[in-house]
């Protein structure tokens, strides 16, 4: 059945499935880095849930999409509960993470 969902659609819809997943896949996992590597949390706990519940959902509507977008390997078992098992240490992660902190940071000191 999924691969018939997935010839439905076009070229076009499946390049923003597979956007759509890599950019909740990179939000995970920046956000897992600064959480457990950082001890900092720039996100609410229920937004990071929102992100992983979609992320699941399309993970499990369109697999084969799914499989091609960076960091199958990481999601095949993920299941919304935890970030900590995530690859946020991999360098470009890490370094986005960071950058991500800092930037968070001079925003509040000028607030």
């Known amino acids: 059945m999924a691969k018939e969902i997935v010839k439905s ?14 950019r909740r896949r990179l939000q995970l996992l920046v956000h897992s880095a600064i959480y457990y590597h950082f001890n900092e949390s720039i996100i609410s706990d229920n937004q990071w849930g929102i992100w992983a519940k979609e992320l699941v959902c399309l993970q499990n509507k369109y697999p084969e999409i799914s499989d091609q977008v960076v960091y199958s390997d990481a999601f095949k078992s993920f299941n919304v509960s935890t970030g900590y098992d995530l690859p946020f240490t991999d360098p470009p992660i890490y370094w986005t993470a960071m950058w991500i902190l800092k930037l968070h940071k001079e925003r509040m000191k000028i607030q």
């Open 9 to 22: 659609i076009g070229r076009d819809q499946r390049e923003e499935i597979a956007s759509l997943i890599k």
